[in-house]
């Protein structure tokens, strides 16, 4: 049986991705929580900030299901779900309301786990990591931006984009971070909060912090949902012209043929599988 609705909630995909700052950070400082957790270094230099290379894999997904329990048993969200990503290659993944987009993303990324199948993210199979060794994995290698921009509302701008870095241990964390926010026009604006931003503003400094690491893959989930039209297109606009400049590859969920457009190739889903358009 198949689902029509998203068994996963972008709000607790956000919050994981918060936590992984926890997990990171307590990583750093206690040498790792689960002496069990192998290292997750990639292999060969995969993934190692920007430096995914074109044409290199950054991510593969195989047989990938995703079942859960509901009221009337057991809901299939998503069925046999195969895909690749190149270094510095964009793909959209579409599809209506519902159709296991966000749940999709979620998996790929590592802060949800599939029924069956696997992930190989930067060189790394994701079934043979605990939480805390995703988190080591994705920290300074993987960027987010989400629709609703998931700041952190006691940070100002400028700590928001700081924090990837310092997670990583850079010890020059403040002036990337303030480079960054001049190359999205808002250096004059690091020491605001959140709330004291608009829309466009908040996602702008999500986009700076996503990418100030030099990133090798991307996943931006609706990043323009909240936006109106016009802000909308500028930020489209800024996330490709960064993503182009640092090499970035790009997993994009949206619900805009248009921007889905712009992206190397499109993916929809339908049904819990996903098909090539």
């Not at 988190?135 to 400028?158: D, E």
């Not at 100030?212 to 489209?236: C, I, M, R």
Request: glycine letters at 16%.
């Amino acid at each position: 049986m198949t689902d029509s609705s998203d068994a996963f909630d972008p709000s607790p995909f956000a919050a994981r991705a918060r936590r992984d700052a926890d997990g990171a950070g307590g990583s750093r400082e206690a040498s790792g929580t689960d002496a069990r957790a192998p290292e997750a270094t990639p292999r060969d230099g995969e993934g190692l900030g920007g430096e995914g290379g074109a044409g290199r894999r950054v991510l593969g997904a195989h047989g990938i299901d995703k079942r859960v329990s509901g009221p009337e048993g057991e809901l299939t969200i998503l069925q046999g779900v195969e895909m690749a990503v190149d270094g510095g290659e964009a793909v959209a993944i579409v599809g209506p309301s519902g159709s296991g987009k966000s749940t999709l993303l979620g998996i790929l990324a590592g802060l949800d786990t599939p029924s069956a199948g696997g992930v190989t993210l930067l060189g790394r199979e994701l079934g043979t990591l605990d939480e805390d060794a995703r988190a080591r994995l994705r920290a300074g290698r993987v960027g987010f931006v989400f629709q609703n921009f998931q700041l952190l509302p006691g940070l100002s701008a400028l700590e928001n984009v700081m924090l990837p870095l310092e997670l990583a241990g850079e010890e020059q964390a403040a002036e990337r971070a303030r480079a960054m926010l001049d190359d999205v026009g808002l250096g004059h604006r690091g020491g605001h909060q959140p709330l004291q931003l608009s829309g466009g503003e908040q996602q702008r400094v999500a986009l700076a912090r996503a990418f100030v690491s030099q990133p090798a893959l991307l996943f931006a989930d609706e990043p323009t949902g909240n936006l109106d039209t016009d802000t909308g297109a500028k930020v489209v606009e800024l996330m490709f012209n960064l993503r182009e400049r640092l090499g970035s590859a790009l997993v994009l969920v949206t619900h805009d043929d248009t921007l889905a457009a712009r992206c190397d190739r499109r993916l929809r889903m339908d049904g819990g599988h996903l098909e090539a358009l």
